[in-house]
């Protein structure tokens, strides 16, 4: 009987992958460009309706060609760009070019295109279906560039897939106080939860990319550019920011401040129906630059260079928050989350109008910096 058993248990324990795909007949995606493009068939025209009759999406799919990697060559990368209505009809469309069957799980980067970023409806599409799709890695980067076609034919100087370079730009954000990266599973979160989101710029200059700026995306449209000069400061309040550069005047000098680490700490109440944020933040970091005629080793330079470096993030925030609240008017800061989850009961009272409660809320802020190094090696 247990011999009959083992028998019978035997097909359940062998059993292979009756749906699996082989590595060879995978064409593995690794970046996906998305932008809107104008279709040339008019409205007015009646016709029976077809398939694909519709191609308003212009979708590059970016693939490592494997031949020629084992063979050396330069230009590793193939274009398969089609147009078609939606995201799961391109997929479609590739299927009947390629022999191999597309696979997303190592896709590394998503670029919207800025005809794309402003159609609300074929946004709202597009990210649905992203968002839908179990197979899309959830960690892969999020950018936004005015012109795909002149972004994709940069050939980067020191890397062979043009993703890759993009990418390792986006994680110079580590050190880079002026830059933000997004990922996939981040943007799509925000999108959902709050109707905002923020995503990097990627603009061609010659044979390099540049990061520049960063798109402001509001209940799935395009509504303008947040500047460089604001993203230090926002990435301060928000607690992102983990290292940086900070130059500021102290007397006759320009000093270079590094930044090795911060914190931010949010306080709230309510005073004659207005809501009052008060922002702690405590920073440290070291002073590279040498100073002419200062004993840079002196406590008490020490200290006045604290409060210099203090006095002037505070304007640098208080700048920040300023043009969220008056030039763009959306609170980009998150603090419409926050209030949820640290107070309730003033989220609830000014929910319905929270963009102008946002406006007028008063900001308080006290930053307190901290030197820790003097020059390279004290």
Not at 39 to 62: A, H, M, R
Not at 95 to 101: F, S
């Amino acid at each position: 009987m247990k011999r009959l058993i083992m028998l019978l248990l035997v097909p359940l324990i062998l059993t292979g992958c009756w749906d699996k795909t082989e590595i060879e007949d995978r064409m593995f995606i690794y970046a996906i460009a998305v932008d809107k493009v104008e279709d040339k068939k008019s409205e007015n025209e009646l016709k029976p309706f077809y398939e694909f009759q519709n191609q308003n999406l212009e979708v590059t799919f970016l693939v490592p060609n494997p031949s020629k990697i084992q063979g050396g060559e330069a230009d590793v990368l193939e274009e398969i760009t089609v147009r078609a209505q939606d995201l799961p009809e391109a997929v479609g469309m590739i299927r009947k070019k390629q022999n191999r069957e597309p696979f997303f799980g190592h896709e590394k980067l998503l670029i919207l295109g800025e005809k794309l970023l402003r159609d609300e409806e074929s946004l709202k599409e597009v990210l649905d279906w992203i968002d839908r799709d179990p197979k899309k890695n959830r960690s892969a980067f999020v950018v936004a560039t005015k012109d795909i076609k002149e972004l994709i034919g940069v050939n980067p100087k020191l890397e062979k897939l043009l993703p890759s370079y993009i990418i390792g730009i986006l994680k110079n954000e580590m050190v880079v106080a002026t830059m933000i990266s997004v990922s996939l599973n981040e943007f799509l979160g925000n999108i959902k939860s709050s109707g905002m989101a923020m995503i990097p710029i990627i603009k061609r200059q010659k044979d390099e990319i540049a990061i520049k700026n960063v798109a402001l995306i509001k209940d799935f449209k395009y509504i303008g550019e947040l500047d460089d000069r604001y993203i230090r400061g926002y990435s301060l309040f928000c607690n992102k920011l983990k290292e940086g550069k900070k130059l500021f005047n102290y007397k006759v000098n320009i000093v270079s401040y590094n930044i090795t680490s911060s914190s931010a700490k949010i306080k709230l109440n309510e005073e004659n129906g207005r809501l009052v944020f008060t922002v702690d933040v405590e920073m440290e970091g070291d002073i590279e630059d040498y100073l002419i005629n200062e004993d840079i080793l002196k406590s008490d330079i020490i200290r006045d260079l604290q409060d210099s470096v203090s006095k002037q993030f505070e304007i640098e925030l208080k700048e920040v928050v300023r043009h969220f609240q008056e030039d763009i008017g959306f609170d980009y800061l998150n603090l419409k989350s926050w209030t949820k989850k640290h107070k309730y009961n003033l989220f609830k009272k000014y929910e319905k109008n929270w963009d102008e409660a946002f406006r007028n809320a008063k900001f308080n802020f006290k930053v307190k910096s901290y030197i820790r190094r003097v020059g390279v090696i004290r």
